[in-house]
């Protein structure tokens, strides 16, 4: 956990796009949800019942990650890889803090361990985790789009833990393939404490191979899982918000004229 974090609000004059989001949380910090994940979506606050099996010096305290992650070259590595690690912009549930991203070794080993490094160099691995970063934090600005539509209750949303479902197509995903759609190379599920209430997300990486090496390459499809009847509403509400302000209809909410979202600053820093 990084010792400063974003807490940049969307703005614009529809709902969706608001210039005045709050910057506190309404609900008491003794209601909101404290508690705290790792990288590996395993539960490392005190809260949890299983963390109290483990010994107490395998998280450091300050930034909530292994005391020793895995920064030694792995076996049949040829050259060192940086094990700086940097600090994103994605406030971390259950913190004051913000995640940090994994370094390129630590990406490296990562890639190893699961089989899927084969054609990975090592030279490469700055290029990677660069583009992992960037994806990161563009997926968080799409996913305060989303919250934005709920500022009046909670202007602070948090990301409290993330799973990767590279081998589950979500409905959409396989909707859009059967009329001959791409299919996704990676999905991943967010969960975001939204002041107290945990509200998933699904998110599909898509790569243009057509695009390869511009920033039109990557795409993404960001929207809250239908996992309640608020979720569904969401999608409904976005979907009429940005048809109007795609043909630059007034917002059919305010009757304002449409607006750009700001978006917030993607920066990542280096830790320490």
């Not at 990650?65 to 406030?91: D, F, H, K, V, Y």
């Not at 909410?253 to 830790?271: D, F, I, M, W, Y």
Request: glycine share 8%; aromatic share 8%.
């Amino acid at each position: 956990m990084g010792t400063s974090g974003s807490k940049n609000s969307p703005s614009a004059d529809c709902p969706v796009i608001n210039q005045d989001s709050g910057s506190s949380c309404p609900v008491p910090e003794s209601q909101r949800n404290t508690a705290v994940y790792n990288v590996y979506n395993q539960r490392i606050d005190s809260g949890n019942a299983t963390s109290t099996s483990r010994p107490q010096g395998d998280v450091d305290p300050r930034n909530n990650m292994p005391r020793e992650p895995n920064q030694q070259p792995c076996a049949g590595q040829r050259q060192l890889i940086s094990t700086s690690r940097l600090i994103s912009n994605i406030p971390k549930g259950g913190t004051q803090g913000t995640w940090v991203y994994p370094s390129p070794q630590m990406f490296y080993n990562a890639l190893k361990r699961k089989g899927k490094g084969s054609d990975v160099e090592e030279a490469d691995m700055d290029a990677v985790v660069h583009a992992h970063n960037t994806m990161n934090e563009l997926t968080w600005r799409r996913v305060l789009e989303w919250e934005a539509l709920h500022h009046d209750t909670c202007g602070d949303p948090k990301l409290l833990r993330f799973m990767g479902k590279p081998h589950d197509l979500s409905p959409m995903a396989r909707l859009m393939s059967w009329i001959g759609g791409p299919l996704p190379f990676d999905r991943h599920d967010w969960f975001v404490d939204r002041c107290g209430d945990e509200v998933r997300y699904v998110i599909d990486f898509y790569f243009d191979d057509d695009k390869a090496g511009t920033p039109e390459a990557f795409t993404l499809r960001v929207r809250p899982a239908v996992d309640s009847p608020t979720a569904a509403l969401d999608r409904v509400k976005m979907n009429i918000y940005t048809t109007f302000a795609k043909y630059g209809l007034p917002c059919p909410v305010t009757g304002h004229s449409s607006g750009q979202l700001k978006q917030p600053n993607a920066e990542v820093r280096t830790n320490g």
